[in-house]
T-cell receptor
């Protein structure tokens, strides 16, 4: 069955530390898509990145970087030199087909709550 | 220029009432969604429409009924509200089901 596991429920770091948020997924599909979203204390869901299963290149965007490894079914997210504004809940999600092989839907992890302290 | 908007942002109501939440997107997307986020932040898809056709209907009580009058709008009507319906309801849209979903600001529903 499709599944997304974010084993870290809560992480607390001090500003300027690097932090990695783990995401492990399960799927039977050969074509799938992976996402990260950020939910700051204000509550909105902000899209960060989308990756398809054929593109294993790592991605860097400013202080954010993502490491996609199909061999370990992981799509980890690293924040370098964390800042207080990075404090949020971060969700990893998998776009996968349903059991009948038809419609796609997002399977969400439970989220990792990151607190960056000054 | 809000991409995905929802009204109202807050909804406080009594058990047994009927209420609606409206969603509009101006991104030209074909697919729209309703999600429920509970107090533990767990996100669960409720419904999805593609070109006004219902394509995902998760195990949701019949008291919840979505309506898509056109591709840019997806409304959610809830009958006979219960305490357990208290949650944040998010609307989202995407170009198609495999593309990125963009979310509205959420509607915080509190049933007393």
């Amino acid at each position: 069955a499709q599944k997304v596991t974010q084993a870290q429920t809560e992480i607390s770091v001090v500003e300027k530390e690097d932090v990695t948020l783990d995401c492990v997924y399960e799927t039977r599909d050969t074509t799938y898509y992976l996402f990260w979203y950020k939910q700051p204390p204000s509550g909105e869901l902000v899209f960060l990145i989308r990756r398809n299963s054929f593109d294993e290149q790592n991605e860097i965007s400013g202080r954010y970087s993502w490491n996609f490894q199909k061999s370990t079914s992981s799509f980890n997210f690293t924040i370098t030199a964390s800042q207080v504004v990075d404090s949020a809940v971060y969700f990893c999600a998998l776009s996968d087909r349903d059991n009948a092989g038809n419609n796609r839907k997002l399977i969400w992890g439970l989220g990792t709550s990151l607190a960056v302290n000054p | 220029d809000t991409a995905v908007s929802q009204t109202p942002k807050y909804l406080v109501t009594q058990m047994g009432n009927d209420k609606s939440i409206k969603c509009e997107q101006n991104l030209g997307h074909d697919t729209m969604y309703w999600y429920k986020q509970d107090s533990k932040k767990f996100l669960k898809i409720m419904f999805s429409y593609n070109n006004k056709e219902l394509i995902i209907n998760e195990t949701v009580p019949n008291r919840f009924s979505p309506k898509s009058p056109d591709k840019a709008h997806l409304n959610l009507h809830i009958n006979s509200l219960e305490l357990g319906d208290s949650a944040v309801y998010f609307c989202a849209s995407s170009q198609d089901p495999k593309e990125t979903q963009y979310f509205g600001p959420g509607t915080r529903l509190l049933v007393l």
